[in-house]
């Protein structure tokens, strides 16, 4: 239940804000984007994460998550960069839907020297979010899609709906424009 709503922190103007129940017909109406994989899932391959259309292997998901990259050349976020960001996934997706939920899992990560150090409330989906404040980050796990078959001066008005189950993590999103 949505008990209220805050903004702050910008001069704005809230001109509109609509809830529909999914099970409304909200989906009516709405298109599918073109090149759009539905659902979108992260670029991690997991034997257990059971997104359909997850990447086969760990190569495929650096093709896939570098594949999404927009904002500047996407080689950058290749190669180690990608691999630590792989390993945070693979935590993320461990254990499949039988696992915990992503926001209750907890890691340890050694200090340089190699011996391990307790960092309190440490979570990789925190991890996960922080980074993709960039956005090639945020491009690169799947939280900022762009329409490249957009047209200049064509209205579109986007769509995204989260469904409470699927892919693992519990939750999928969807994309459509109107």
């Not at 998901?61 to 960069?81: D, F, K, L, Q, T």
């Not at 391990?116 to 960039?134: D, E, I, N, S, Y």
């Amino acid at each position: 239940m949505i008990t209220a709503l805050m903004f702050s922190g910008a001069r704005a103007v809230v001109i509109d804000v609509c809830v529909v129940r999914i099970d409304d017909d909200a989906h009516l109406g709405w298109d599918a984007v073109k090149n759009f994989t539905y659902p979108m899932p992260l670029p991690v391959a997991r034997a257990g994460y059971p997104c359909p259309s997850r990447p086969p292997t760990e190569v495929a998901a650096e093709v896939m998550g570098v594949g999404r990259v927009a904002y500047g050349p996407g080689a950058p976020w290749g190669g180690a960069r990608f691999t630590e960001m792989h390993d945070l996934l693979e935590r993320l997706v461990a254990g499949g839907p039988a696992g915990p939920p992503m926001y209750q899992r907890e890691v340890a990560y050694p200090e340089e020297n190699g011996q391990p150090v307790t960092m309190p409330r440490q979570r990789p989906l925190h991890l996960v979010v922080l980074g993709a404040l960039h956005p090639a980050v945020a491009q690169l796990v799947g939280l900022y899609f762009i329409d490249r078959t957009a047209q200049p001066g064509e209205a579109a008005m986007p769509r995204v709906a989260a469904r409470m189950r699927g892919c693992g993590s519990g939750v999928t999103f969807e994309a459509s424009w109107r």
